[in-house]
């Protein structure tokens, strides 16, 4: 019997503002534990929050982006439950069908090339809780400076839309592109700014019912979430072909070991006691305020990538590297400014460049290699100053030092050596070098004129014209 996966995604994206959700402190990583911590964001009685104009119009802006009905009324309710990260004992959050910021919108994708959208349910904004950490056996810590900070939240309509592990990943490098575009994330998932817990189900084909779900944690990067949502459909349909049952449950994935675990079976909503929080008024949404966040939305992702197919004539594979994050794309786009044909600009930023940046951990905004050094490397390569072997190191020298590429070839010499008289003395010396091989050239073996060229290139340090090298050698031999 053949199962079929549905999956629903649930994604948390830590907002881009100064200050945390309810109170002044500043939102910042890396800061010793509980520094930027206040009596509000630390649940003391008699504190007031007062909500974040900033992060509610980044929701705001996601939700119309995402093509949400907009509440003319949002409202905040209170999430209780007890845990060491929530000082309050309860998280202020967004709940039911029609007080969350954005409702019943889709985000479309493309998987196969083919195109569909992928209901939402909601978008709301709440706050994020402390971390914990457990360094010694029988004690934890807390740092609660993640506490309080606004926190976006992202769910999928029921029942899903989604029915592989690669679907649900595509979802997700589409959304994570957009919130990019939009400024409102920065979309790390190693960092935990951009998180995703995923709930997965299988059912015979042909069934009306969906399974009983699991949902995953622990997911921070895409390879773990295809691997994660992989390995739970393998687990789910092992139960049932065994006989037995899914359980409904949360359980981690690790990523070393490649398998999830059981960490707490699934709560149920009415266990939270959600009722609307008393100290917070209503955020009356304005048709003003809402066409003025309408207007500051960006050209985004697949609209781009659309562009990129008809104007540049682009594949899928590179409008999806291109596009998949707003510096990526601006990149493209100052290099086609600068006059580069758009086919080389792409050839160079999703092959070499994307290398480079994938080896060494560098953003494309922090590379140092920047558009205005690209064009003007490839403009060396298209006047046949440099040829192609010398571009590709004069490539990996200038990602690592930021100097510019006609800067080094002048300084080194590294001028292509197209004239006549010198590459053919070369030839000439590879020629008498090398008798075996040119023995079977003249015995037919035309192929072996490749390794000749290659000669050529060593003794010129890559210098050599190579369509003018293998002339040459053509001549001289005679053929
Ligand atoms: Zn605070
Ligand atoms: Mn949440």
């Given at each position: 019997m053949r199962y079929i996966p549905s999956i629903g995604m649930e ?145 999928t309509?029921f029942p899903p839309?989604l029915h592989?592990a690669?679907?649900a ?28 817990e995923p709930n997965i189900s299988v059912a015979p084909e042909g069934s009306n019912q969906l399974g009983v779900k699991t949902e995953l944690k ?10 994660g949502i992989e390995f739970e459909i393998e687990r789910q349909i092992k139960i049932l072909k065994s006989g037995g049952q899914v359980v409904q449950e949360t359980r981690g994935w ?6 999830s675990f059981p960490l707490r079976t699934k709560e149920y909503e009415q266990d ?208």
């Amino acid at each position: 019997m053949r199962y079929i996966p549905s999956i629903g995604m649930e994604v948390h994206a830590q907002l881009l503002t100064e200050s945390k959700m309810f109170c002044a402190c500043p939102v910042r990583f890396g800061d010793p534990p509980n520094t930027n911590v206040c009596p509000t964001c630390l649940g003391m009685p008699g504190t007031l929050p007062v909500p974040n104009k900033k992060a509610v119009e980044h929701v705001i802006r996601t939700a119309l982006a995402l093509n949400c009905q907009i509440a003319p009324v949002a409202m905040f309710y209170r999430k209780n439950y007890f845990y060491p990260d929530l000082p309050k004992g309860y998280q202020i959050s967004q709940y039911g069908d029609v007080h969350p910021i954005g409702t019943k919108g889709y985000l479309e994708i493309e998987v196969e090339g083919e195109r569909f959208p992928v209901r939402i349910k909601r978008v709301h904004l709440e706050e994020d809780t402390g971390k914990l950490f457990h360094y010694l056996p029988g004690e934890s810590e807390v740092d609660f400076n993640r506490a309080g900070a606004p926190l976006m939240e992202i769910v999928t309509d029921f029942p899903p839309d989604l029915h592989s592990a690669e679907a649900a990943k595509e979802y997700l490098v589409q959304l994570r592109a957009v919130l990019t575009y939009l400024g409102v994330c920065d979309g790390k998932m190693e960092e935990g700014s951009l998180r995703c817990e995923p709930n997965i189900s299988v059912a015979p084909e042909g069934s009306n019912q969906l399974g009983v779900k699991t949902e995953l944690k622990n997911l921070n990067s895409f390879r773990s979430v295809v691997r994660g949502i992989e390995f739970e459909i393998e687990r789910q349909i092992k139960i049932l072909k065994s006989g037995g049952q899914v359980v409904q449950e949360t359980r981690g994935w690790n990523e070393e070991g490649a398998y999830s675990f059981p960490l707490r079976t699934k709560e149920y909503e009415q266990d939270y006691r959600y009722f609307p929080e008393p100290d917070i008024v209503p955020i009356r949404i304005s048709a003003e305020w809402l066409e003025e966040l309408r207007a500051t939305i960006p050209e985004l992702p697949l609209q781009k990538a659309d562009r990129y197919r008809k104007e540049y004539k682009l594949s899928a594979t590179e409008t999806r590297i291109l596009t998949a994050d707003i510096d990526t794309a601006n990149y493209f786009e100052q290099c086609v400014q600068l006059g580069v044909e758009p086919k080389i600009a792409s050839n160079w930023i999703t092959v070499e460049l994307q290398a480079r940046l994938n080896e060494t951990g560098i953003s494309i905004r922090e590379s140092k290699l920047t558009p205005a050094h690209l064009a003007d490397l490839i403009d060396l390569l298209h006047k046949g100053v440099i040829s192609g072997r010398i571009a590709k190191e004069l490539f990996d020298e200038v990602f690592r030092t930021g100097e510019l590429p006609s800067k080094i070839v002048q300084e080194r010499g590294m001028v292509q050596i197209s004239d006549e008289d010198a590459l053919r003395a070369i030839a000439r010396k590879v020629i008498a070098e090398n008798p075996d091989v040119v023995a079977k050239y003249r015995a037919g073996k035309t192929s072996v004129l490749g390794y000749l060229v290659g000669q050529m290139m060593r003794e010129t340090q890559g210098r050599a014209n190579p369509q003018r090298a293998q002339q040459l050698l053509r001549e001289e031999l005679g053929g």
